[in-house]
């Protein structure tokens, strides 16, 4: 396809939808993607496919392929529908009430859609609404009094990133297990008791003792939020430099404060 950019395709968010045609059931990116999240919510990705998605609709498998080349189009799409959800925070009035907001919404999206939290951690989303939730959250990030320059906005992007990607995919991997077992956490945790309690009494696992004998059982809620603000005030502290440490055999010492 010739393009103002040359040869290569447009991606599917330049490219336009096809004309309107006189059919029993008219179609548009919008509905295909409508009818994909509705199956992804109710059947996860693995159940996902073109022609699943053209039967729910009504049409044949084929007419689908005039608005999405393919799967992955197809998932950048339901992707992006999310992040209109979580674009939706905005800017705060201060960088870090922004911040909080698009995480906390960021798990709310994940928890609704579970098949959400799968797609992330890989390469970037670059759809029009990921983009402007990028662009929120670095804004903000970039006015945190310790991110005082590029490498440490990408430093700070990158952790927060992590933290919200890998507390998501841990609540949605319990949910997943709860339903797939017909047990949750608790109850896991009964059933292994009596193994558990005999290796502890060995006592070779003093700190692991304390964590089951005197730890509460913590609201997932509760501990992403706090997590998510000791995160936050860890990434925009004065970051270190190689000077605060102290370098030993050309490693930094962990030991250093």
Known sequence: MDTPYGSEPLPVWERPEPQPRAAPVPL???KIVATAIQLADAHGLDGLSLRKIAKELGVGPMRLYDYVINRSELLDLMVDVVYARIAEVGQRSAWRATVLAIARVTRDAALDHEWFSDLLGGRPHLGPHALAVGEATAAALSQAPGVRGIDDLQRALGALNAFIIGAVRSEVTERRTARATGTDEAAFQASLGPYLTRMLKTGRYPTVSRLVIDGAHLNAEESFNHNLTTVL??????????????????????DAP
């Open 233 to 254: 005030d860890g990434i925009t502290s004065r970051p270190r430099t190689v000077t605060d440490c102290s370098a030993v055999g050309g490693r930094l010492d962990a």
């Open 28 to 30: 548009s990116r919008e």
